[in-house]
C-alpha cells in the first residue's frame, strides 16, 4: 500500500535546507522539543542530500520527502532514505511511483473531487493544501464529512499557525498539522536550534493541550 501508516506526531515541520550539512541538527533540535520528524522539501537541490545527512545520524526522526512534484523527484527522494512523501497536488505518475516502492504518500487535496481521486488510488492519509486559504478548520470539517465513514485521514498544511493547531485537531479524521514557522528556512540557515526546540515543545503543547 502506497499509504502504510506511519507513526505521526500531531504536527509535522516543513523546513527547506539549502545546506545538507545542516539537517541532522535541525532534525536533533525538533526532537528534543518533542517532534521527531520533518518533511525536507524538494525545493532546494540540498534535499536528497539533507534527507540522506538526516538517516544516517539522526536516525530515530522520521524523515519524509515534501513538495514531490515530479516522478524523477519520487525516485530520488527513495533513493536518499525518505520513509515517507508528501505532494501539495495529486500527480498520478508521482503516486505509481511510491506505490511501486511501497513508500506511504501523502497526495495534496483541495477539493472533494481530489478526495474521491485519491481514494481511488488507495490512499487513505491526505495532505488538505493550502489549508488556510481554502477556509482552514470549517472548511476541512464540511469537505470531508461525506467521507467519514471511510475511516480517511487528513493533514492540513498551508499558512498554519501555532494558534490554529487546536481547531485543526478538532476535526475528525485529522492526525497531524503541518507548518513552516517551527523552523523557518532563516532559522535552519543560521543554525537557531535552541529556538527551534522551544517552538517545536510549544506546538506540541498547542495541538495536544499538554
Not at 500531531?10 to 528534543?32: G, H, N
Not at 499558512?159 to 517551527?182: C, F, R
Request: proline share 9%.
Amino acid at each position: 500500500m502506497s499509504d502504510s501508516p506511519l507513526n505521526l506526531p500531531p504536527v509535522i515541520p516543513v523546513a527547506v535546507i539549502d545546506d545538507a550539512a545542516r539537517a541532522p541538527a535541525l532534525a536533533k533540535a525538533l526532537a528534543a522539543g518533542g517532534l521527531p520528524v520533518v518533511e525536507v522539501t524538494f525545493r532546494t537541490a540540498a534535499a536528497a542530500d539533507a534527507i540522506r545527512a538526516i538517516r544516517r545520524e539522526a536516525p530515530d526522526v522520521l524523515v519524509l520527502a515534501g513538495t514531490v512534484l515530479t516522478p524523477d523527484q519520487a525516485v530520488e527522494a527513495i533513493e536518499a532514505g525518505a520513509q515517507g512523501a508528501v505532494a501539495p497536488g495529486g500527480n498520478e505518475e508521482v503516486f505509481k511511483v511510491f506505490q511501486e516502492r511501497s513508500v506511504p504518500f501523502m497526495p495534496g487535496v483541495a477539493t472533494p473531487t481530489d478526495i474521491e481521486r485519491a481514494i481511488g488510488w488507495g490512499c487513505r492519509r491526505l495532505k488538505f493544501f493550502p489549508a488556510a486559504v481554502l477556509g482552514g478548520p470549517p472548511a476541512l470539517k464540511a469537505m470531508t464529512a461525506p467521507y467519514a465513514h471511510l475511516g480517511i485521514e487528513y493533514c492540513p498544511t498551508g499558512g498554519v499557525a501555532e494558534a490554529d493547531l487546536a481547531a485543526y485537531h478538532a476535526v475528525p479524521g485529522v492526525v497531524a498539522v503541518g507548518g513552516s514557522w517551527i523552523a523557518t528556512r532563516e532559522d535552519v540557515a543560521e543554525g537557531r536550534w535552541d529556538d527551534i526546540t522551544r517552538k517545536a515543545a510549544s506546538a506540541v503543547t498547542a495541538a495536544t493541550g499538554r
